[in-house]
């Protein structure tokens, strides 16, 4: 079943500010009595995807190049969040858009090397099949596509599956999960070569109007009241201690582009797939990208209560290697200061952080 339209709603989260890569915490306020020296530049990846449109929106519309002033934003776009994760603890970004579970294995991976300082969407992502699957028990023996091994929507799926009456490992199981490009997906499915994809928006509305596939599982299904974490923006630890005055201003272009969203939804669609195709060289039938606008939330709100489930789910599927304590990932801290000036609620950092 698909989930119901929501309505953008700009919203919040921060990251707490840590020192040093070992996991000592300071605040990203706390300068030890020293002006910060001003970064000369902040290298940002980000997905050319509609999950990513704060992102996106963000650079096209120069939000964040504006309030990081003298600051040089250079952007760098990536297709998928494990690449873009070995980037950011590779040292070749500061800051990345990026998926929940690459952001926890970011944290896990680089000793806590990086922070979570905002949310950016939630929800849009499902599993998608043909016509003839109607129940799970229907998947044996079928190949299904993930856009990543180890990303957030194949943690999801194999989480599925093996809640549902399969057993599925990173080996091998009863189900065929083929990690592919999204693209390749939807010719795929197109050609009858696979049986479905869980995906995340705009493919969900391709593989269903352009696919003619039907939604098995909404992911909003799966959570607490529907909300779960598409994208997140995450920072390197010593990027946040070193230039917190930069890392703010990041998150108030962010801010810019949610309002932006929020307040002109149709400019927005057009902004965002304008971009994507100046990015990628294609853009989005008007028909696809508003079904994919109305299946997610743009927001700052990073959803933080849902991630240690994210890890958890990560361990049990096999993609993260050891069980996680994500406490110290979130920090709220400058997020939750911007929000308050600008008279709006702050939000929660899910017992993960500061706030």
Not at 128 to 136: E, F, H, N, Q, W
Not at 257 to 280: E, I, K, M
Request: proline share 4%.
């Amino acid at each position: 079943m698909r989930r119901s339209s929501r309505a953008f709603l700009p919203a919040v989260a921060a990251v707490a500010v840590l020192a040093a890569a070992c996991g000592g915490s300071s605040n990203a306020s706390d300068t030890s009595g020293s002006t910060p020296k001003a970064a000369s530049s902040l290298r940002l990846g980000y997905f050319a995807n509609v999950t990513h449109a704060a992102a996106v929106v963000g650079v096209a519309k120069g939000y964040f190049q504006k309030e990081l002033g003298s600051t040089k934003l250079q952007t760098q776009v990536f297709k998928d969040g494990p690449t873009e994760v070995t980037a950011l603890l590779g040292g070749s970004i500061d800051a990345a858009f990026v998926g929940p579970n690459p952001a926890i294995n970011a944290f896990v991976k680089g000793d806590k090397g990086v922070r979570l300082i905002a949310g950016a969407a939630l929800g849009g992502a499902a599993l998608l099949v043909k016509p003839s699957i109607t129940s799970a028990a229907q998947l044996k023996g079928q190949t299904i596509a993930t856009p990543q091994l180890g990303n957030t929507q194949d943690v999801a799926l194999r989480t599925w599956l093996n809640a549902n009456g399969h057993h599925v490992t990173i080996d091998g199981g009863d189900v065929k999960i083929a990690p592919t490009d999204n693209a390749t997906s939807l010719q795929l499915f197109q050609q009858g070569k696979i049986a479905g994809a869980w995906v995340p928006e705009p493919w969900v509305s391709r593989l269903v109007l352009q696919g003619g596939g039907h939604v098995l599982v909404n992911e909003s299904s799966l959570w607490p009241a529907g909300k779960f974490a598409t994208t997140e923006l995450v920072v390197t630890t010593s990027y946040l201690s070193k230039h917190p005055d930069a890392v703010k201003a990041l998150l108030k272009g962010e801010l810019d582009a949610v309002n932006y969203v929020s307040t002109d939804n149709a400019a927005a669609q057009q902004t965002v797939n304008a971009a994507l195709d100046q990015l990628t060289g294609k853009s989005l039938p008007a028909k696809v990208i508003a079904a994919a606008f109305k299946d997610l939330t743009v927001t700052v709100d990073p959803a933080a209560e849902t991630l240690q489930t994210d890890a958890d789910h990560g361990y049990a599927a096999g993609t993260l290697k050891s069980k996680a304590d994500l406490h110290g990932l979130v920090d709220l801290t400058l997020l939750n200061q911007l929000l308050t000036a600008a008279g709006k609620p702050t939000v929660s950092a899910g017992g993960l952080g500061s706030v």
